[in-house]
C-alpha cells in the first residue's frame, strides 16, 4: 500500500504508487505506523532536495526521522510553498536567493527566507493561500487552477497536472486566474527563476 507522501500542487498530500522526481521536508508528520496524523508541518523551513545526494540513504517514513515528501517536480514544490535546499541544491538555491532578494529585498538567513515565505503560502486552519492574477502575467512555472484543477503554466500553454505526470497541453485561459503558487515565489519565478519540469512537459 503507498504512504501518505505524495504533494499536490494544492498543497494535499496523498497516498499514490507514482515516482516523484523530487523530495521534500516539513519535519516529522507521521508515527511509528508510517501514517501522516493532523499536522502537516512541525516548522517553516519547506525545502526542496534532489533524491539522490552524495550517496545517502534513508528509510522512508523512519520512526522519530523527518517525513519524506516527494513531488512530480520543483514546479509543483514551489506551488506547495518549498523552495530549494541550500544544502543538496546549493547553486539553486543561490540563484533563488538572488532573485527572491531582487523581488523582495534582503534577508538576513534563509530561516528569515522560510518565515517571510511561510505567511504567503498558509493559513492559520492549514488551507493554501490562493491568489487573482490575469492569466497573461503569470509566468512559466507557476500552476492555476482551471474548472478547480491544477495546471502548469508553460510559455503560452498550460498543463493539466495528474501524479503521474502531465497531460496534453492548451492555450492558456482569458481573462482573471486562480493561481497556486504563492505570491512571493511568483514574483521570484517572473524574474527568471526556472524549475525542474518533468519530462512530460516535452
Not at 513531488?71 to 535546499?85: K, N, Q, S, T, Y
Not at 541544491?89 to 530561516?111: C, I, M, N, S
Not at 497556486?180 to 519540469?197: C, E, F, K, S
Request: proline share 8%.
Amino acid at each position: 500500500m503507498p504512504l501518505q507522501n505524495r504533494v499536490l500542487p494544492t498543497g494535499q498530500i496523498v497516498a499514490h504508487p507514482a515516482r516523484g522526481t523530487m523530495m521534500g521536508n516539513r519535519g516529522i508528520l507521521h508515527d511509528d505506523a508510517r501514517r501522516l496524523g493532523p499536522a502537516r508541518w512541525r516548522h517553516p523551513h519547506w525545502i526542496c532536495c534532489v533524491l539522490s545526494f552524495k550517496g545517502r540513504h534513508r528509510q522512508i517514513m523512519h520512526p522519530k526521522r523527518y517525513t519524506e515528501l516527494f513531488f512530480l517536480d520543483e514546479a509543483v514544490a514551489l506551488a506547495a510553498g518549498h523552495r530549494p535546499c541550500a544544502e543538496c541544491r546549493r547553486a539553486d538555491y543561490t540563484r533563488f536567493r538572488k532573485l527572491w532578494e531582487q523581488a523582495h529585498g534582503p534577508v538576513a538567513t534563509a530561516a528569515a527566507l522560510d518565515r517571510a515565505l511561510h505567511r504567503a503560502r498558509v493559513t492559520r486552519d492549514r488551507q493554501q493561500v490562493r491568489h487573482h492574477a490575469a492569466a497573461r502575467d503569470v509566468p512559466a512555472g507557476s500552476f492555476i487552477a482551471v474548472n478547480d484543477q491544477p495546471h502548469l503554466v508553460v510559455s503560452d500553454c498550460i498543463f493539466p497536472f495528474t501524479l503521474d505526470g502531465y497531460g496534453s497541453p492548451f492555450i492558456l485561459p482569458k481573462g482573471m486566474t486562480t493561481v497556486l503558487t504563492p505570491a512571493p515565489l511568483v514574483a521570484v519565478l517572473r524574474l527568471g527563476y526556472a524549475p525542474q519540469l518533468h519530462p512530460s512537459t516535452r
